[in-house]
């Protein structure tokens, strides 16, 4: 059964993959994406990682598409897109070194190599409780530090994305707060386009 | 027949390649944005399988690290696309972005 689930699994993420990258619509590249994400939780299932799982589900397939489709939506590129190329060499050059990187990481990969020492503590079935409870405990003990720059780093981002993105609607002689978006909108030879 | 480790680290190189060979291939910002996710989520499952090889729960817990990284790249690519579109009407490849050209 878990066989079956796996390959079924697996065989649908690298469709969906396969999706992303040979659709030529935008929207159906996201689409293809969700497949992905959504099969990719089944595996984190199938190796007992539930709240990887429900995290994947969550954040991923439904937060972080749907910021996708939203700026697909508002920026209207939702039209097809011709997939001709202009650097000649590039695709086949492209897809050599991808078949080279599969070969070597799946020759590394079928040899089973790593196979390190056993975690002394912190075991997947160590204790009591269960999954939930132990990658919280890991979470807030051992990567404790590491977590509080994540918030930093959420911060960050949120703010650079409401600077980056918002439209500056301040008077050209209060210039001194409207810089970064100028550093955006200002580009080759002062062209401007702007919607009132 | 049962699924070992290797089937899932070989499924995972494999998602790599494709979302490594899309960045490559693709001209389209967005499309190419979902590659780097392809990719992310490809590393993402290299960790849980070594985290169930090696009998260790860190590679759970890291995989949130990744999730909030990718979620903040997600967050500010997709204001800089927004604010790059703004200016250039239309255009979506990443082939007109060449102010660093010289």
């Known amino acids: 059964m878990e066989t079956f689930l796996f390959f079924v699994a697996a065989g649908l993420a690298l469709a969906g993959a396969l999706g992303v990258v040979l659709a030529k619509n935008p929207v159906h590249s996201a689409l293809s994406l969700v497949l992905t994400l959504l099969t990719i939780a089944v595996l984190f299932l199938l190796q007992g990682a539930q709240l990887v799982a429900a995290v994947q589900v969550i954040v991923y397939a439904s937060a972080i598409v749907v910021l996708f489709l939203f700026v697909i939506m508002l920026i209207g590129v939702d039209r097809e897109e011709s997939l001709g190329e202009p650097f000649h060499f590039q695709r086949p050059a492209a897809i050599a070194l991808g078949v080279i990187a599969l070969a070597e990481v799946v020759f590394l990969a079928g040899h089973e190599w790593a196979t390190g020492a056993s975690a002394t503590r912190g075991g997947l079935q160590a204790g009591t409780g269960g999954n939930v409870e132990r990658v919280a405990k890991s979470l807030f003990t051992d990567f404790v530090w590491a977590f509080e720059i994540t918030a930093v780093l959420l911060v960050l981002a949120v703010v650079g994305g409401v600077v980056l993105a918002r439209r500056s609607h301040l008077k050209p002689d209060n210039a001194g707060a409207a810089q970064p978006d100028d550093a955006v909108t200002q580009g080759d030879g002062g062209e401007r386009v702007r919607n009132p | ?102």
């Open chain 2, 1 to 102: 027949m049962t699924v070992t480790g290797s089937y899932y680290l070989t499924f995972a190189a494999m998602l790599f390649t494709i979302g490594a060979v899309g960045l490559l291939v693709r001209r389209n910002v967005l499309v190419m944005f979902m590659c780097v996710e392809l990719m992310l989520n490809a590393v993402n499952v290299t960790f849980v399988a070594f985290s169930k090889m090696l009998n260790d729960v860190s590679g759970q817990t890291i995989v949130f690290f990744v999730l909030v990284v990718a979620a903040a790249e997600v967050a500010v690519g997709l204001a800089i696309i927004v604010a790059i579109f703004r200016r250039r009407q239309g255009s979506a490849t990443a082939d007109d972005l060449d102010l660093l050209q010289g």
